[in-house]
């Protein structure tokens, strides 16, 4: 080959190397044979998943919990349309991620070719943004934007569709070291005045409540965002994503707010007479009737997409900006404040109304949860599934640190834990990861044993097995006259005997003393193991707020 | 409430889908759509008629602004800029109507392009009013065919001064 000349597949591998990407997601086929030729001789590694979604949910894992761009490969086609999932989940919670995705020759795009599809028109509603590469001199400069715009203002999921003619294509290529985007100029620095305004507002407050969420973890805001509650004395609720932003166990915490949060939490909010929303976007599963939020609260909101602001409620002092610096703008002029009145109501909520659970009446989810949070001396993360398992573990689990709690927030993803997880793992090898899924959960992206047997990566799979698709059959016991219209499972496999398949060890828990010394058969040995917990079948997660309904309408019983 | 929206993009393929999509994704009501080159080859002008309450609208903008590809989002106020349509209408014209319509075009300034033994097709261009004016002088007749371009606008530069509003 001639000095200078590259092909397209080696300016991709060239530019993942220059963004320090050390681990790739994929699932090779037909048109992205030639980029795979060129990963046989590269140092980056890559995780070949058993699905497509696998892939795209464990570069997300990877990215939340690493704080890196995840990167995910697929072919075109069907590989492409498999990404679609785990790219609206990454763009629904603000994931820096990258997926490149094979695409038929541009000669053959247009002709119904054997697996074309049009992923570039797909993905266009559910990614941060998306290219097409037509021309192999654009696509140094192509995947350098994406990398930029995934990472950078709020985070999310890139796709980048290249040919394999423009894969297998030679150019001289120069590394492309700026990037001009005249259109795209996040806001980082809050407006002074603004500032100023805002911690008038917090001084003179009787009633104040700092709302937070994954704002605050994208953004690294973590340190700030503590001296900032220390400062200001501010009670602080956050919402499932920003779990890990304040720590849970601190006096001030009152845990996760919303459809499922603590009835303190939802009481402070009510009350409060100041909310001071951080990286957050009064989601409908937090704020069900915007008008029954907080009715005699005024609201700062702090975020950086400018489009947040004023979209479910009215915003009286609203600061574009990162939440990292502007913490750091509140922090440089903030005063000590007291405010034993508002604390102490709040304590009497809390005394009054703590988060807990019926003790009897079979294996409780709730309790296993409280085991976890007994494990010392390791750095745990928690990976959640979607559904009842995954609010109780929001409720129970006391995460302390950022980027220790991954969850599908937005599009509310069954069968992203597992997946999620490996990638969790794969980023942080030195930690604990746990999978929190349920049977219905699990068995959406179950093939994945494979890869963590594969690589060895050893995911602690604990199974919330209750038969039912339990979330659905409370909502049908709740509001639809208890006709469990096709939430039971007539049928499900035996999961330890699926993993010993797959060569993974697991055992089968239904009572409360075998609990404690499963989950230490788990944690003692370094590879992936499975319990299949057998929960209580109809226990409900509570409290509850209908959907739709104001953040004190909670049920009383449920 | 309607509101003219200039956005001003990148010029590339697919910046239309991105923009044509968020009215599909977050249900807004497009009344218009009208894109072409500026002075700039590489910008697009894209005129937008939407409507919606005060709410929707401010959204539209700001989601709007959040495209990567978009430039620049202009509110353009009907009172202070030039408003313009195209429109292309053929017309059923029994011999005994020609002297009428031959009046009605030219009191209007519309041009006829095009005489059949049976029809008549008409070029006029105006603001929203005159076109519906137009509209209502044509009553008589039986619109066989119309096309429509959609609105284009621009800030009247007579009235800059502050009242311009810039939204990005």
Same mark, same amino acid.
């Given at each position: 080959m001639s000095s200078g000349m590259k092909k397209g597949s080696e300016i991709i591998i060239d530019v993942l190397q220059e963004e320090g990407v050390d681990v790739l997601f994929g699932f090779p086929g037909g048109q992205v044979i030639p980029l795979y030729d060129a990963l046989y001789d590269c140092p980056i590694r890559h995780i070949l998943t058993r699905h497509e979604q696998g892939a795209a949910h464990a570069a997300d894992g990877y990215a939340r919990v690493t704080g890196k761009v995840g990167v995910c490969i697929a072919t075109s086609g069907p590989g492409a349309t498999n990404l679609v999932t785990g790219l609206a989940n990454a763009y629904m919670d603000s994931v820096p991620m990258v997926a490149i995705t094979g695409q038929v020759p541009t000669s053959m795009i247009g002709n119904d070719s054997f697996q074309e599809a049009d992923i570039y028109g797909i993905s266009i509603p559910i990614t941060k943004y998306n290219y097409l590469v037509k021309d192999i001199h654009d696509l140094g400069r192509v995947l350098k934007e994406a990398f930029y715009l995934a990472r950078t203002g709020r985070p999310g999921p890139v796709l980048v569709d290249v040919p394999r003619d423009i894969q297998v294509g030679q150019i001289k290529y120069k590394p492309i070291t700026e990037i001009y985007l005249p259109s795209y100029h996040p806001v980082i620095k809050g407006h002074p005045k603004q500032i100023e305004t805002a911690l008038k507002a917090i001084r003179e407050a009787e009633r104040p409540v700092a709302y937070v969420g994954g704002g605050i973890i994208s953004a690294g805001a973590t340190e700030e965002l503590q001296a900032f509650i220390r400062a200001t004395n501010l009670p602080i609720t956050n919402t499932l994503l920003g779990? @890990?932003?304040?720590?849970?166990?601190?006096? *001030?915490s009152l845990g996760m707010l919303g459809m499922h949060g603590s009835r303190y939490a939802n009481y402070s909010i009510y009350n409060s007479d100041l909310i001071v929303a951080l990286g957050v976007r009064f989601d409908d599963r937090v704020a069900g009737d915007v008008a029954k939020f907080a009715p005699r609260a005024r609201v700062i909101h702090v975020d950086i997409d400018p489009a947040e602001i004023g979209k479910r409620v009215n915003v009286d002092i609203p600061i574009v900006g990162d939440v990292k610096t502007v913490l750091g703008q509140l922090l440089a002029k903030v005063k000590p404040m007291e405010r034993k009145k508002w604390l102490e109501q709040i304590n009497q909520w809390k005394k009054d109304h703590p988060l807990t659970y019926k003790k009897d009446g079979g294996l409780k989810p709730q309790y296993i949860l409280e085991c976890i949070n007994t494990l010392k001396k390791r750095e745990v993360i928690i990976g959640t599934d979607v559904g009842q398992h995954q609010m109780w573990a929001a409720q129970f689990i006391r995460t302390?640190?950022?980027?220790t709690f991954i969850s599908s927030g @937005? *599009? @509310?993803? &069954? @069968?992203?834990g597992f997946p999620a997880s490996i990638g969790a793992q794969v980023g942080c090898p030195e930690k604990t990861v746990i999978l929190i899924s349920g049977d219905g959960s699990f068995? &959406?992206?179950?093939?994945?044993l494979a890869t963590a047997r594969c690589y060895n990566i050893p995911v602690k799979i604990f199974i919330f097995n209750n038969g039912y698709l339990g979330m659905v059959r409370q909502w049908q016991e709740l509001f639809w006259n208890k006709r469990y219209s096709h939430t039971h499972f007539e049928f499900n496999p035996d999961f330890v005997k699926v993993a010993e398949g797959y060569e993974i060890k697991g055992r089968v828990v239904r009572t409360t003393e075998e609990v404690m010394p499963a989950i230490e058969a788990a944690l003692s040995v370094k590879e992936p193991y499975l319990i299949d917990f057998r929960i209580a079948p109809e226990e409900n997660v509570s409290p509850m707020v209908p959907p739709g309904k104001g953040i004190c309408e909670i049920l009383e019983e449920c | 409430m309607r509101q003219v929206i200039s956005v001003l993009v990148r010029n590339h393929p697919g910046v239309l889908s991105h923009v044509a999509g968020l009215f599909t994704r977050r249900a807004y009501n497009i009344e218009s759509i009208a894109a072409g080159v500026t002075e700039r080859p590489e910008v697009t002008r894209i005129t937008l008629v939407v409507s919606g309450d005060e709410s929707v609208l401010e959204q539209v903008t700001k989601q709007l602004r959040k495209l990567?590809?978009?430039?620049g989002v202009i509110d353009l106020k009907y009172s202070q800029s030039v408003t313009r349509e195209l429109i292309l209408m053929t017309i059923y014209l029994p011999a005994e109507k020609r002297v009428e319509l031959i009046q009605v075009a030219t009191s209007f300034g519309a041009a006829i392009v095009d005489i059949s033994d049976q029809t008549a097709t008409l070029e006029f261009s105006g603001n929203e009013r005159r076109i519906n004016t137009l509209l209502m002088a044509l009553a008589p007749f039986k619109i066989k065919e119309m096309a429509r371009t959609g609105l284009i606008a621009l800030p009247l530069e007579s009235s800059f001064g502050d009242s311009r509003e810039f939204l990005a």
């Amino acid at each position: 080959m001639s000095s200078g000349m590259k092909k397209g597949s080696e300016i991709i591998i060239d530019v993942l190397q220059e963004e320090g990407v050390d681990v790739l997601f994929g699932f090779p086929g037909g048109q992205v044979i030639p980029l795979y030729d060129a990963l046989y001789d590269c140092p980056i590694r890559h995780i070949l998943t058993r699905h497509e979604q696998g892939a795209a949910h464990a570069a997300d894992g990877y990215a939340r919990v690493t704080g890196k761009v995840g990167v995910c490969i697929a072919t075109s086609g069907p590989g492409a349309t498999n990404l679609v999932t785990g790219l609206a989940n990454a763009y629904m919670d603000s994931v820096p991620m990258v997926a490149i995705t094979g695409q038929v020759p541009t000669s053959m795009i247009g002709n119904d070719s054997f697996q074309e599809a049009d992923i570039y028109g797909i993905s266009i509603p559910i990614t941060k943004y998306n290219y097409l590469v037509k021309d192999i001199h654009d696509l140094g400069r192509v995947l350098k934007e994406a990398f930029y715009l995934a990472r950078t203002g709020r985070p999310g999921p890139v796709l980048v569709d290249v040919p394999r003619d423009i894969q297998v294509g030679q150019i001289k290529y120069k590394p492309i070291t700026e990037i001009y985007l005249p259109s795209y100029h996040p806001v980082i620095k809050g407006h002074p005045k603004q500032i100023e305004t805002a911690l008038k507002a917090i001084r003179e407050a009787e009633r104040p409540v700092a709302y937070v969420g994954g704002g605050i973890i994208s953004a690294g805001a973590t340190e700030e965002l503590q001296a900032f509650i220390r400062a200001t004395n501010l009670p602080i609720t956050n919402t499932l994503l920003g779990k @890990g932003s304040f720590p849970e166990d601190h006096p *001030l915490s009152l845990g996760m707010l919303g459809m499922h949060g603590s009835r303190y939490a939802n009481y402070s909010i009510y009350n409060s007479d100041l909310i001071v929303a951080l990286g957050v976007r009064f989601d409908d599963r937090v704020a069900g009737d915007v008008a029954k939020f907080a009715p005699r609260a005024r609201v700062i909101h702090v975020d950086i997409d400018p489009a947040e602001i004023g979209k479910r409620v009215n915003v009286d002092i609203p600061i574009v900006g990162d939440v990292k610096t502007v913490l750091g703008q509140l922090l440089a002029k903030v005063k000590p404040m007291e405010r034993k009145k508002w604390l102490e109501q709040i304590n009497q909520w809390k005394k009054d109304h703590p988060l807990t659970y019926k003790k009897d009446g079979g294996l409780k989810p709730q309790y296993i949860l409280e085991c976890i949070n007994t494990l010392k001396k390791r750095e745990v993360i928690i990976g959640t599934d979607v559904g009842q398992h995954q609010m109780w573990a929001a409720q129970f689990i006391r995460t302390k640190k950022p980027r220790t709690f991954i969850s599908s927030g @937005g *599009l @509310g993803t &069954m @069968g992203y834990g597992f997946p999620a997880s490996i990638g969790a793992q794969v980023g942080c090898p030195e930690k604990t990861v746990i999978l929190i899924s349920g049977d219905g959960s699990f068995q &959406m992206n179950i093939q994945e044993l494979a890869t963590a047997r594969c690589y060895n990566i050893p995911v602690k799979i604990f199974i919330f097995n209750n038969g039912y698709l339990g979330m659905v059959r409370q909502w049908q016991e709740l509001f639809w006259n208890k006709r469990y219209s096709h939430t039971h499972f007539e049928f499900n496999p035996d999961f330890v005997k699926v993993a010993e398949g797959y060569e993974i060890k697991g055992r089968v828990v239904r009572t409360t003393e075998e609990v404690m010394p499963a989950i230490e058969a788990a944690l003692s040995v370094k590879e992936p193991y499975l319990i299949d917990f057998r929960i209580a079948p109809e226990e409900n997660v509570s409290p509850m707020v209908p959907p739709g309904k104001g953040i004190c309408e909670i049920l009383e019983e449920c | 409430m309607r509101q003219v929206i200039s956005v001003l993009v990148r010029n590339h393929p697919g910046v239309l889908s991105h923009v044509a999509g968020l009215f599909t994704r977050r249900a807004y009501n497009i009344e218009s759509i009208a894109a072409g080159v500026t002075e700039r080859p590489e910008v697009t002008r894209i005129t937008l008629v939407v409507s919606g309450d005060e709410s929707v609208l401010e959204q539209v903008t700001k989601q709007l602004r959040k495209l990567i590809d978009v430039i620049g989002v202009i509110d353009l106020k009907y009172s202070q800029s030039v408003t313009r349509e195209l429109i292309l209408m053929t017309i059923y014209l029994p011999a005994e109507k020609r002297v009428e319509l031959i009046q009605v075009a030219t009191s209007f300034g519309a041009a006829i392009v095009d005489i059949s033994d049976q029809t008549a097709t008409l070029e006029f261009s105006g603001n929203e009013r005159r076109i519906n004016t137009l509209l209502m002088a044509l009553a008589p007749f039986k619109i066989k065919e119309m096309a429509r371009t959609g609105l284009i606008a621009l800030p009247l530069e007579s009235s800059f001064g502050d009242s311009r509003e810039f939204l990005a």
